[in-house]
């Protein structure tokens, strides 16, 4: 452990008129690999294991760094504003002011349009700017307090997340069933109006901008609404955020059970009446569907318990038939059920081959 570093240092180069641009930019994004990994590195060990003088020189590693990066910023043209932003969204989440709930929102997070930046930099090429008269557009929050809006981030901003909300087409287990048609139906959780509602308070309360980010692909949009700050303004918003968790707070035990669960009551509300409008041949099997698009869109690692669904469907007496479910007794047996196991299409090809003359045998093969 003694000899660990946290930080590796970066290979020294000289910055003259002779210093290769290319080259510049290549050990400037490296620094900041450096440095997130370290912070990650950082983050997971227990430093109460170590004495005060590693402690110290891990603090000096890190100082040397920041210093070897905020060189090669500036060398480039990289603002310290810049430079605090790249730095500070290594560390993912305000886990070290005490916040850890609250994710951060960087400008690469917004549109896939815009790329890495690292790579645009090296490329010569930069998005449009974004227009400073956006900025000016104002809303107001539940008590009809006005604040600012913004729907993308300047060089140098940051968001500190307080909800990402996504609205999807639901789908089945079964890929073959598209069973919404292009309705998008919300994937909310329980508290998401709230922290919705907190961060327009926040904002209009003590001046920030707020960021409502849209982004919308095939049958899925998702929206982010977050607090734009930067290298002046963090540390205020964290110091807001850690002394007034009860009015700002983004964990359920920050909120009123009442209002979160109301909130709650409404959204299921209106999702069973989409539902309902929406389901057409999937009859009472809506809201598993639904349940299981929503699992896959909070919970990736749901998607292994995908097979489960199509099995408890077919208990039922329903099968998957094309694009809908139907009752089993409106089938012939030997048609195939997309969504079966290999092993359980075996099986019934074993059962059934026998029946059908030569030219006939092993209609399943066709579908393997």
């Not at 227990?46 to 060398?75: A, C, M, P, W, Y």
């Not at 850890?100 to 930069?126: C, K, Q, W």
Request: with cysteine.
């Amino acid at each position: 452990m003694q000899d660990f570093i946290f930080f590796q240092p970066l290979p020294e180069i000289t910055l003259d008129d002779k210093a290769d641009p290319t080259q510049i930019k290549y050990a400037y994004y490296d620094g900041i690999k450096a440095y997130r990994q370290g912070m990650r590195a950082l983050r997971d060990f227990d430093l109460t294991t170590v004495s005060l003088d590693k402690i110290h020189q891990i603090d000096r590693e890190r100082n040397n760094l920041h210093s070897q990066i905020k060189r090669l910023g500036n060398f480039l043209g990289i603002t310290d504003k810049e430079i605090f932003a790249e730095l500070m969204l290594t560390q993912e989440t305000l886990e070290k002011y005490r916040l850890p709930e609250f994710h951060l929102v960087s400008r690469d997070d917004l549109t896939v349009a815009r790329s890495d930046d690292r790579l645009n930099s090296i490329m010569g090429y930069e998005p449009d700017e974004f227009e400073e008269a956006d900025y000016q557009l104002t809303d107001e929050d539940d008590h009809g307090n006005q604040y600012a809006t913004a729907n993308d981030l300047k060089k140098g901003e940051f968001g500190i997340l307080f909800e990402r909300s996504v609205r999807c087409a639901v789908r089945s287990p079964n890929p073959a069933i598209f069973t919404t048609r292009g309705n998008l139906m919300p994937m909310i959780d329980r508290g998401s109006e709230e922290r919705i509602r907190r961060a327009k308070r926040f904002a209009a309360d003590h001046g920030f901008k707020l960021l409502h980010y849209s982004e919308f692909m095939h049958e899925y949009t998702e929206d982010i609404i977050a607090i734009v700050v930067d290298e002046d303004t963090f540390q205020r918003a964290v110091n807001l955020l850690e002394q007034n968790r009860n009015e700002y707070g983004i964990r359920l035990n920050d909120m009123d059970p009442e209002i979160v669960e109301r909130d709650w009551q409404e959204s299921q509300q209106y999702i069973e009446k989409k539902l309902a409008e929406l389901s057409g041949t999937l009859g009472p099997f809506a809201r598993i569907i639904y349940d299981n698009t929503w699992n896959k869109t909070h919970t990736p690692k749901y998607r292994d318990q995908e097979q489960a669904i199509i099995e408890s469907i077919e208990k039922q007496g329903y099968r998957f038939d094309g694009d809908s479910i139907k009752k089993k007794d409106n089938f012939t047996e030997h048609v195939s059920r997309k969504g079966l196991k290999s092993k359980q299409r075996r099986q019934m090809e074993r059962q059934t081959a026998d029946d059908y003359p030569e030219s006939e045998k092993n209609p399943f093969k066709k579908i393997r």
